[in-house]
């Protein structure tokens, strides 16, 4: 049976470098490497100053601060780490394709391809290959066939161990998993993972499946949590019309112990690296086997999300007279969610489009997102050029500061420190009347209208 000695993970990003964080801790007597091509990200995860590490998530310096020059180490020497690893996570971004076949809604394996191809030139002795990031399934096959055809005498054994940690509370997700899934098809490689998690996850929860299954479930388990934001935030807007308040729907049917109130939360959209890429995944794989009823229908769940997003947006244009040229809206918020600096897919990016677009002003404020990231951000949907994004959108450190002159103000991530802002003074320094668009329902209502904004939120 295989024991591990040395793990290395290629790729440092929102998940390599938390989940190898906690494999380290956890398990001294294996040696941990990450890896990453990016040099400024691994002398970031190098850093002294444990505030300068590249991603932001609570709990994460601690135990970085435990297991780092011990047994865990960050470096760019990806060939070394392959050579020397018993075992290797393939950690790295699979973005939705931009180009070809699929674009828009395939995954992009380029990084994972080279990466399989990496480790087939270097690796001189057997290796367990673990696929942690999200990949459609039948990824492993690719990897596969490009691993065993090499010529070089050395057996890979491919394992799918998809991450279900969510950001924001990555730590306490992997610290205790609801479950940690293993599909694969050799039996001593299984073992040999399952004995790395034994460490910490108790046997109960870690679940073994065939390769396919496992990858399946991944995506499945986006799609299945994406469906109940979209299914909550399309009674949102039922409830603005009747009058029925989403929260209190949504506490009636949590209630049911066959519903559960998770995820229940109606919001300006979901965003995240995750959910709307592996639904488009789940689609392009059910329209490439000819099942357009499967499609379709997960497509709805996106359509849905597009609409909420844009909804929001259309809202303040309107309550603002139908006019938002020239006008200052400020945002609170460009994380996807709060207690991470990732803006992946962030609502507050369409959002921002869509009122650039009818010339407004926007004013940021975010307190772990940084100014290069919000344009780039911007840039990257290529809506207009990068002079116009830095023109009409500025990036602010103080939120109280960044409501001078403001026409209105947008909450777009559920960030605590919101709530407790000096709401007197904002209100002070705006335009009357003063507007707040609360696109997470995070505000005291009443305490805010007794000040005397008009207040208006997701479906209530
Ligand atoms: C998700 C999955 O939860 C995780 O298991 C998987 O490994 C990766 O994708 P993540 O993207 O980090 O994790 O965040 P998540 O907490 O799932 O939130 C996704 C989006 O949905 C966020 O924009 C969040 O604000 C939104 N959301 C979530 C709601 O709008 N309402 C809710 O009730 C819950
Ligand atoms: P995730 O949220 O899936 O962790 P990130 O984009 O945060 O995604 O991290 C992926 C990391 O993988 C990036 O830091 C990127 O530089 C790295 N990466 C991509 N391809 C390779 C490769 N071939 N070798 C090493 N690192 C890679």
Redesign the pocket.
């Known amino acids: 049976m295989h024991t591990i000695k040395n793990i290395t993970c290629i790729g440092a990003g929102y998940v390599g470098g938390p989940t190898m964080s906690v494999i380290a801790q956890k398990n001294p007597d294996i040696k941990v490497t990450v890896v990453d091509l990016n040099k400024t990200r691994i002398d970031a995860w190098n850093s002294d100053d444990l505030s300068l590490l590249p991603i932001y998530e609570p709990g994460l310096d601690s135990v970085v601060k435990e297991a780092r020059n011990r047994n865990l180490f960050f470096s760019t020497d990806v060939d070394k780490a392959i050579d020397e690893a018993d075992m290797i996570f393939i950690s790295v971004n699979t973005p939705t394709k931009t180009y070809g076949k699929g674009k828009g809604q395939a995954a992009d394996l380029k990084y994972i391809e080279l990466c399989a191809r990496q480790i087939a030139r270097v690796a001189k002795n057997d290796k367990i290959v673990v696929e942690k990031s999200?990949l459609p399934v039948r990824t492993a096959d690719a990897i596969k066939s490009i691993l065993n055809n090499t010529g070089n005498g050395v057996n890979f054994h491919i394992l799918s161990n998809?991450?279900?940690?969510?950001?924001?509370?990555?730590m306490a997700?992997l610290e205790n998993p609801d479950r940690v899934l293993i599909g694969g098809e050799n039996e001593d490689a299984i073992q040999a993972l399952v004995n790395v998690y034994a460490k910490w996850v108790p046997k109960a929860k870690i679940i073994t499946t065939n390769l396919w299954s496992s990858e399946l479930s991944?995506l499945v388990?986006?799609a299945f949590?994406?469906q109940?934001?979209s299914s909550?935030?399309s009674i949102s807007e039922l409830c603005e019309v009747t009058g029925a308040n989403v929260d209190e729907v949504a506490n009636a049917i949590g209630m049911d112990s066959r519903i559960g109130s998770?995820?229940?939360?109606?919001?300006?959209?979901?965003?995240?690296?995750?959910?709307q890429k592996?639904i488009l995944n789940l689609v392009y794989i059910a329209r490439s086997y000819n099942l357009n009823e499967v499609a379709d229908y997960w497509q709805q769940v996106i359509s849905m999300n597009d609409h909420q997003k844009q909804r929001f947006s259309s809202n303040i244009i309107k309550t603002l007279y139908n006019t938002v040229n020239g006008k200052n809206i400020v945002f609170y918020g460009w994380a996807?969610?709060k207690d991470?600096n990732?803006t992946r897919e962030?609502?507050a990016i369409y959002v921002a489009d869509h009122l650039l677009d009818e010339e407004a002003n926007i004013i940021v404020y975010d307190p772990k997102v940084s100014a290069e990231q919000v344009y780039s951000d911007l840039d990257y949907l290529g809506t207009r050029g990068p002079e116009e994004n830095r023109r009409f959108v500025t990036v602010v450190n103080n939120p109280v500061a960044a409501s001078k002159g403001a026409h209105a103000i947008a909450v777009l991530t559920?960030w605590d420190e919101f709530k407790s802002l000096d709401w007197k003074s904002i209100y002070a320094n705006m335009f009357k009347p003063a507007f707040i668009f609360d696109g997470?329902n995070v505000l005291d209502k009443n305490s805010i209208v007794e000040i005397g904004f008009s207040y208006k939120s997701i479906g209530k």
Do not use: M, Q, W, Y
């Open positions: 999200t998809p991450e279900f940690l969510a950001e924001g509370t990555a997700d991944k388990a986006n949590l994406a109940r934001v909550i935030n998770k995820f229940l939360k109606a919001s300006v959209g979901f965003g995240g690296s995750c959910f592996d996807f969610k991470t990732d962030s609502a559920e997470r």
